[in-house]
């Protein structure tokens, strides 16, 4: 229905801040305040209804069965951006180009071919958003559009904000995760429990619990720790407290024990009554596996000084006492030869305390080298046998003071790629401690191949080593426990297994045929020889 020809009326649209001006319209006045003819009898039902359509806050148009403009009102005009009153009998995508291809233009195409009634959401160019109403009368399709523009933003932004909240929580969650914590919070009001996702984790249940009591907390808790927990729990209640904080170990479902850090915060209302306590839990159980550690470190280094100083003194003491008599002997007996047996022995005594004392910074200097991973090694072809043979000689000496018999069977050729130096501290090292803890049984040094291996074995007759200790022995500053003080800092065999892993070898310690300890060192032969 257009606008009758010389109608007083003006046609105008209400005003909007949201709709956009239609471009050519012009400032378009409100029909309510528009003048009426002189004689409202005399207005027809097709002026009424023109009035009642610009007195509309929604956009309607009335399309043909090709989609033409049949009518449209000032309001579909200026959200479309069509040029009021020269876009009848047009399409409203001809009349404005920019509609072509959306949202809206595929929407009108379906319902003028499928003549079914239709509501949907539609974006404008401009950024208007419309809430279209699409329904068939007659021959006519009638569109009939709301400006949602406001609550579509509205609603825009609500929805960017719960998703920034959603993405807020799952990096909180994250980070509560990778950091081994969760958060909980008791409303002693209602009664409600709140705990994230992660708070069972930390008590030993991969998923989340049916529910969570106090009841089941206090079960959990170490017999030791419960009586400090259930007390700072109780003063909240008694005292004027704001916070606190406490550590304790949880009994997990697998029987192992977890620690736990938990600071709480209690909210009070105006006459102090408790009403929520929420807080933090925390698991430690790394910090304190460090902590230990590191109190153990501290330990052993205390003791190892100890050590180090007692052993470092006695062949220094023994040393300077050597000198002393010979200075002695030189002031008594001026005419003693050089050659004599009572100079001999004493220098003979300080060469042995010398050695001693090199043996001793030398292993500290090894241990040193191998924490910092500069223990050079020079492996050539050669072979083993001369290497044990010589050292069995030469311990032959030491073995007759001390009244051991050294009996050393080797099988030779014995070929292996090997470091000399480093394969003589090793033999050294094993037929010493044998010396030292064999008290004074006999010692048999071995040699041969077996299995496709070369097999060295040390063994004496002393107590021998316990299975309990048999691992522990190769470990820093490790000495047999129960076993009688004999001197040593407790580094050979640690030595010792640190260049054979270094030579693909390997070495343990098993019980000797009739007792004792037999020590047994296993490397592969040089297939190239």
Known sequence: MSP????????ARPASADAPSAPGTGTLKDPTQLPLPADEASMSAQTRLQVLREMMAEAFLALDAQGNIQEL????????GLPYGHCEGVTPWAAQPALAGTHLHERLLDAL?????????SELPSGVWLEVSV??????????????????????EAARTDERFRQLGERFQVALESAQMAVWETNLVTGQVFRSEGHDRLYGYPQPLAEWTHEQFLASLHPDD???????????????????SSTFRTHWPDDSWHWLISRARVIRDANGRVMVVRGAILDITALKETEQALQEAVRTRDDFLS?????????????????????????????EPLGSAKVTGRLESSD???KRLGALLDNLLDVSRIRTGKLDFELTSGDLATVVEDLAARFAEEAKQAGVE????????????????????????????ALRYGRGTPVHVSLRQQDGALRLTVRDGGPGVPASERERIFQRFAQAQGSSRTGGLGLGLYIVRQILEEHGGRVWVEEAPGGGAAFVVALPLDERA
């Open 307 to 335: 050590l180090a100083s007692h052993e470092l003194r006695t062949p220094l003491t023994s040393l300077r006492l050597q000198l002393d008599l010979i200075r002695r002997m030189a002031v008594v007996s001026p005419n």
């Open 135 to 156: 329904r068939p009368v007659g021959g006519e399709t009638w569109v009939l559009a709301t400006d949602i523009t406001r609550r579509q933003r509205a609603e825009n």
């Open 406 to 433: 050294l009996e050393a069977r080797v099988q030779g050729p014995a070929p292996c790629r090997f470091d000399r130096l480093r394969m003589e501290q090793v033999v050294s090292n094993l037929i010493a401690n």
């Open 113 to 121: 071919t499928t003549r079914e009634p239709a509501r949907f959401l």
């Open 352 to 354: 042995r305390q010398l």
């Open 73 to 80: 009102n000032h309001r579909a005009a200026s959200l479309l």
């Open 226 to 244: 419960r009586p400090t927990v259930e007390a700072q729990v109780s003063s909240i209640f008694h005292n004027d407290v704001l916070s606190y």
């Open 4 to 11: 009758l020809p010389g109608s007083p009326f003006e046609p």
